[in-house]
Each structure stands twice: as C-alpha cells, then as structure tokens.
C-alpha cells in the first residue's frame, strides 16, 4: 500500500516518468471501468453562501457587491428534463453553502426522479448541513454528496475556509453514515502548501473510504484575498490524479473544468491521467455568469466539448455507476478519528 513518501515521489515525477505512471493508472482506470468515462450534467443553484473562504469570489464578504440569485423548486426540475434531454443520468446540483437549498433541492428531488423513473443519480455538492438535513435529502431520493475537505492540515483548512477541518470530517462521517455516495477532495496550490502537503492530503483521502475524489488546480480569482496568489502546478495536478487513481482504483475522479481555465489542454490530459468523469454545465446563461467559482473569466464545459475531449482519450461515455445506490446500505466507514492524519 502506497504511503505518504511513496505518493510524494510519485508526484514529482515529470517528463518519461511521468508519462509512465499516468499509464500505469490509465491501465488501473481500464481494470475496472473499462473505457468509460461517466458523464455528469450539473446546474448551480445559487450563488449566495454563508462560508467566507479566502479563494472564492462568492465569499460571504463579497455578497453585497455580487448580484446573488437562488433558484427554485421549479426552475431545478426544468433543468434536470434538460439534462435528461441530453441523455445524461446523473443530475447533479451545486451551490453555495446557505440552509435554504435544503428545502428547494430535497422538494424537487422527487419530481427530478419521476422524469426518469426512478433510473437517476442525484448528486449534490451544497455543503456542510446538520444531520438532519442530510437524512430529509436523502430520504427524498439524493444518491450522493460532494464535500471537499480542500486541505488536510487543519492550520491551512481554517485560514482558507475561516472554519475547521473537523466540522467538515463531521459532514463527511454524517454523509457516509447516511449510506450516501460521498465524493470529497483537495486544492492543488494553496499558499505555504508544499508536495508533502499533497501527498498527506491524498492519504488522508483514501482513509476516508469515500467513493470520488477530486483534485483541482488552486485558480486565483477577482475580488478574494488570494486574487495576487500564483495558480496551482497543472502538472503536479495531473500526478495527483494519477496517483488518486492507484490509491482508489474504484473511485470516481473527474477531469475538473479548472485544469482547462489553467491549460488549454487540461481536461483531456485529466483523462489521460487516469480521471474517469466529466461534468457538462447545463446553469442557465443568465444565472451561469453570475456564479463566481473563478471570476467571471471561467472555463464552461459543454455538451460537444465534453464529447469530444472524452472521444480523443480514446474512451466512450456511460452513465450513472451508483443507480444501485438510491436506498443502498451504508459505505464504508469513516475513521472516528481523523484529526491526526493532517
Ligand atoms: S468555496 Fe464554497 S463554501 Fe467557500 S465561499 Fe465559495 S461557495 Fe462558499
């Protein structure tokens, strides 16, 4: 099993080495999905957030300048017959971190689910919520859960996210209790975070025993306090995903769409270092421009690109891997003690 040292050697490979390891988890990525890259249709839902982390234009101190917009009950459900229109199974809502998406999503979810007979992944990424909150949606249909610890060192989790790590880790162990699909993830290139920091990071994922991991090239955005700082290592990027993949054959890792805002040709070489998801924009024009994830200036994936990337990879689209997972049992445990391992 692979450790902290071993993971960091791993990340500093460049050039034929480099090269050879994202072939070693291209074949890791074939032994157990095949070709197949799963495609995900995502709408945010709002822009407001109660969070104040330091590198996200839509801070809670930015609220007053931006110009907020939530959307309702009806409006999701409209977008999820778009995504069902486009033959995509898995619906995925995001959005700012604010109590009031518990009732909008967890009302639509069964109209959402009724487009599809039932034969649809909803996915959420709206953050932390009490417990409560996590059983009403899942009770309501949600399959699976996003939530980024962004950083595993507790120091650097509260400067950045101005909360602790362990109210996340709570989240995290609600949302696995629940029986959820929970995907989580990390930052590349935070300020004062080295290789070893990764490397820990990506361990510390594993531990979790959740089922998709992410990581995404940090993208200095307009209006934050990181705005002057230098954007996260494609390359070490592209190595943390390689090395995602051997930590956790059967996860779900995406080829994020902030590998392409930081290089042209970042999320075709996300596939080819072993990612297996990609995610299509399906927020409405209007609303779309007004969600701030890396300023206004933010790479949107659509429909045809998404193919075409995926198609010169060499692999094909599927849907959802987690029907299966609408009323499953429980995932696998998360350590009770998790505040070590940073
Ligand atoms: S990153 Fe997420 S939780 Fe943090 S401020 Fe932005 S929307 Fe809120």
Not at 29 to 58: A, D, K
Not at 119 to 134: A, F, H, P, T
Not at 226 to 245: C, F, K, M, P, Y
Not at 252 to 278: D, F, H
Request: glycine residues 8%; contains cysteine; aromatic residues 6%.
């Amino acid at each position: 099993m692979l450790d902290e040292q071993d993971v960091m050697e791993l990340l500093l490979l460049r050039g034929a080495e480099q090269e050879r390891l994202f072939e070693r988890a291209r074949a890791v990525r074939q032994e157990v999905f095949g070709s197949e890259v799963v495609v995900r249709g995502v709408s945010e839902i709002t822009n407001q957030c109660r969070v104040n982390c330091v590198f996200c234009p839509m801070r809670r101190d930015n609220t007053r300048h931006n110009s907020d917009f939530r959307m309702d009950t009806e409006r999701l459900v409209d977008i999820a017959a778009s995504v069902r229109a486009n033959d995509i199974d898995v619906v995925f809502f995001q959005g700012g971190e604010i109590p009031q998406t518990t009732r909008v999503v967890g009302e639509a979810i069964p109209a959402v689910r009724e487009l599809y007979d039932g034969d649809v992944e909803i996915l959420l990424n709206l953050g932390n919520k009490r417990r409560g909150e996590y059983e009403y949606l899942r009770e309501q249909g949600a399959t699976s859960y996003i939530l980024k610890f962004e950083t595993s060192d507790p120091t650097l989790n509260e400067r950045m996210r101005r909360e602790t790590l362990e109210s996340r880790l709570t989240c995290l162990r609600d949302l696995l209790d629940l029986g959820y699909r929970v995907g989580t993830g990390s930052i590349i290139g935070l300020p004062d975070q080295d290789v070893a920091s990764v490397a820990r990071d990506l361990v510390f994922a594993r531990d979790l025993g959740v089922h998709m991991c992410s990581v995404a090239p940090f993208v200095p955005a307009p209006d934050t306090p990181l705005a002057g700082h230098q954007g996260g290592d494609v390359e070490l990027t592209l190595n943390a995903i390689a090395v995602s993949r051997l930590l956790g054959p059967s996860w779900l890792i995406p080829s994020v769409s902030a590998l392409s805002k930081r290089a042209g040709e970042g999320q075709y070489r996300g596939l080819m270092a072993g990612a297996n998801v990609i995610t299509v924009n399906f927020t409405p024009d209007e609303q779309r421009d007004r969600y701030l994830i890396y300023g206004r200036d933010r790479f949107v994936v659509k429909r045809d690109y998404a193919r075409d990337v995926i198609a010169r990879a060499g692999l094909t689209p599927r849907g959802s891997v987690f029907l299966d997972a609408t009323a499953g049992p429980a995932a696998p445990c998360l350590p009770q003690h998790t505040s070590g391992a940073a």
